[in-house]
């Protein structure tokens, strides 16, 4: 049973940061991909950023410059540390997983089988 928890969200003024975490589990894939997306209310959910088991990271436009992703293969935990936030980035953030190399469709939540259940962040103007 696979297992995603997300952690570290919380509230922060403009221009702030925040480091969210992603502990994965119950999974025994040699190659993997894991991704962040974000939802906010009365919106549809977007790609933040991807990043494969031994591979590079790949970025939404929105994150570029800001955001910076990252996977501790040992501890299977995938990380995205947000600075310089804006009002715009407030939504829940979620992670996801699937098996195999990060396919050049990574943006689409529909290629990610395995989420977790968000968290959220909220960023003050």
């Known amino acids: 049973q696979v297992q995603l928890a997300e952690s570290g969200g919380g509230s922060v003024q403009s221009g702030g940061s925040l480091r969210l975490s992603c502990a994965a589990s119950g999974f025994t894939y040699n190659t993997y991909c894991m991704a962040w997306f974000r939802q906010a209310p009365g919106k549809e959910r977007e790609v933040v950023a991807a990043?494969?088991?031994?591979?590079?990271?790949g970025y939404a436009e929105h994150a570029k410059g800001r955001f910076t992703i990252s996977l501790d293969n040992a501890k299977r935990t995938l990380y995205l540390q947000m600075d310089s936030l804006k009002p715009d980035d407030t939504a829940i953030y979620s992670c996801?997983?699937?098996?195999?190399?990060?396919?050049?469709?990574?943006?689409?939540?529909?290629?990610?089988?395995?989420w977790g259940q968000g968290t959220q962040v909220t960023v003050s103007p």
């Open positions: 990043i494969g088991s031994n591979g590079s990271p």
């Open positions: 996801a997983l699937r098996n195999g190399y990060c396919p050049g469709s990574w943006s689409f939540p529909k290629v990610f089988p395995h």
